[in-house]
């Protein structure tokens, strides 16, 4: 029988655990248009509570989540704030311009952040003939930057500098429970400080579908409408908001076994001398490239070997760690990657 791949594209390709499944088939159901069903309801109040916001709102996508924050803390014509790597810039289809008609002003954030004084540059002064600078967004953890963890002192001078200049400030947390997991500061320590915080349920905590945004009880009203203007809303989606509850009440702890395959995949590629990883793991993904050797050949070649890693990224390869994923196939898949370069090494 073939052995099914060792998938490491990324941690959305999870499925429902059988507690997740037996969750979903017990939840209780409503039409959410209505606000009637009371497993959404309860999930949104949960995390609400838990990243220390009046309210929010379960949507059915990061990049709508994503999309939906910067959409109530902005006008037409505004501008945003954002790292040159991050997923708003990167991986949301131009969404600010075409759902907002907001313009993105990026700004280098090579290892996950985005230079303190170089934000501050980049503030729009007051002038008719200029876009307002109206956001500042950040990424906790930073996919690109391969899971990196943006220290707490650094997100709370950005935030004390979006206070003291009137300018709103955006949490993209799709992996915000990696990085409390990581460091063992809370969500709400993460999340409160800003107006609004996008995360992500389908990814680590293996939910099938499903991202909140959440922020003061007004905007999250303003955001329902253009869920329903952008075609989000749904109906008994209590099924769905039943496995993120069960993901955070059940499968948030596990994560740092996510954080320790990542480690050791990394640990047995930096042995060979035609990988180089540009920063070691802190979470859950790893990021690395091939020396001497072109990188989308040994996607190719290994993934002949059932070894399946992302490509989405220019110049890197990205391997992602997750529950569907055991300790003993990460050390397989890592040996397989050294041992295939290995054939080609002169």
């Known amino acids: 029988m073939t052995q099914p791949p060792i998938d490491l594209r990324s941690d959305t390709v999870t499925k429902p655990t059988p507690g997740m499944i037996q969750a979903m088939l ?51 014509g505004d501008e945003v704030i954002v790292g040159q790597r991050s997923h708003i810039f990167n991986y949301e289809t131009g969404a600010p311009a075409l759902l907002s008609g907001i313009q993105l002003h990026t700004l280098p954030d090579e290892q996950g952040w985005m230079e303190f004084t170089q934000i501050e540059e980049a503030i729009r002064e007051e002038a008719y003939y200029l876009p307002r600078t109206a956001v500042i967004a950040v990424e906790q953890t930073h996919n690109r930057a391969g899971g990196s963890v943006i220290p707490m002192e650094y997100l709370q001078n950005v935030v004390e500098l979006g206070r003291r200049k009137g300018i709103g400030l955006h949490l993209d947390g799709a992996r915000l429970w990696n990085a409390c997991v990581a460091t063992g500061i809370s969500p709400r320590e993460y999340a409160s400080q800003f107006d609004t915080v996008s995360v992500c349920f389908s990814k680590g905590l293996g939910a099938p579908v499903g991202s909140v945004m959440a922020s003061s009880k007004e905007r999250v009203v303003l955001a329902r409408k253009f869920r329903k203007v952008w075609g989000g809303g749904w109906r008994q989606a209590g099924i769905l908001a039943a496995c993120g509850l069960f993901g955070l009440q059940h499968q948030m702890q596990r994560l740092e076994e996510d954080h320790q395959k990542a480690t050791r995949f990394a640990e047995i ?78």
């Not at 939840?27 to 609400?48: C, I, K, R």
């Not at 091939?290 to 070894?307: M, N, P, Q, S, Y």
């Not at 569907?324 to 898949?333: G, I, S």
Request: hydrophobic share 45%.
């Open 269 to 346: 590629l930096s042995g060979s001398p035609m990988i180089q990883i540009p920063r070691f793991p802190e979470t859950n993904i790893v990021v690395f490239k091939t020396v001497g050797f072109d990188l989308l050949r040994l996607a190719e070649l290994v993934k002949v070997e059932g070894i399946w890693l992302s490509t989405a990224f220019k110049g890197l390869l990205r391997a992602v760690f997750h529950m569907d994923v055991t300790l003993e196939q990460t050390t397989t898949a890592a040996q397989k990657i050294v041992a295939t370069l290995k054939k080609f090494q002169a």
């Open 26 to 76: 017990a939840a209780q159901l409503g039409d959410d248009v209505y606000a009637e069903d009371p497993t959404v309801n309860q999930f949104e109040e949960h995390v609400a509570d838990l990243l220390g916001h009046e309210a929010a709102l379960f949507v059915p996508t990061g990049v709508m989540s994503n999309q939906l924050c910067l959409k109530v803390l902005t006008n037409p």
